[in-house]
């Protein structure tokens, strides 16, 4: 079983709808949680992080986390073209190995059609 | 501020050749990774350094790739010999601090044929 788990899509929707992304993940070592964007032939960039469950917003983006049912989520509301890329879920957390680097789920490619 | 940078941006090489990778990360950022990125998965982390110093490299696959970050700036990440399952995006990200707040470069793209 990987450690966080990410649907690839791809995940098509009309120009102002809303988004809803999700991952799971099994280790509860993990303690901060990420969202990237990454367009194609480009590096993934840091969208929105939290490191408690509950909700955040900035812009037109909220993220949600449940460390209960280990599941994160980050919803985009009033979709644009320009939001069509492959959103990716990063967790991290102190290991048993002293690891702290990023886990990432495997992305979604979302879709905004005009 | 000026990103990560990194060279080649593609490179074609054949099975069993050698080929290395630059990266030269944010002014000031102590840490630096090379994440694997293989076409449809997320990346995967191959190396973290803390300056020149190895923190993780429990997933770099030891017997042909080797990576370097002489005196804590530049790194080096070298393939040698290369298989066809070594092709992939070659990320390089730095940050000031180990959780958040990583920049990752454009990457580059190795095919090996």
């Known amino acids: 079983q990987k450690e966080v788990e990410q649907d690839p899509g791809p995940l098509s929707v009309p120009e102002g709808a809303i988004v809803s992304l999700n991952c799971t993940y099994s280790n509860s070592a993990f303690q901060y949680f990420m969202w990237y964007r990454q367009y194609s032939r480009k590096g993934p960039e840091l969208l929105m992080y939290t490191y408690s469950s509950g909700n955040k917003e900035d812009g037109r983006f909220t993220a949600q986390v449940d460390k209960s049912s280990k599941y994160i989520s980050l919803f985009i509301r009033d979709s644009q073209p320009s939001d069509s890329a492959t959103y990716l879920c990063a967790m991290s957390g102190l290991m048993d190995t002293g690891r702290r680097a990023l886990t990432f789920g495997s992305g979604t490619r979302l879709q905004v059609q005009p | 501020e000026a990103g990560v940078a990194q060279s080649p941006r593609y490179k074609i090489i054949e099975k069993r050749q050698s080929v290395a990778f630059w990266c030269n990360p944010i002014?000031?950022?102590?840490?630096l990774y090379w994440y694997q990125q293989i076409l449809g998965q997320g990346p995967k982390l191959l190396i973290q350094f803390q300056n020149n110093g190895v923190v993780d490299d429990s997933q770099l696959p030891k017997d042909r790739f080797s990576a370097e970050r002489l005196k804590g700036v530049d790194s080096t990440l070298k393939i040698q010999p290369a298989k066809l399952e070594d092709s992939a995006v070659y990320l390089c990200?730095?940050?000031?601090?180990?959780?958040?707040?990583?920049?990752f470069g454009s990457g580059t793209r190795l095919t090996v044929v």
């Open positions: 002014s000031g950022h102590a840490t």
């Open positions: 990200a730095s940050s000031a601090d180990s959780v958040f707040g990583y920049t």
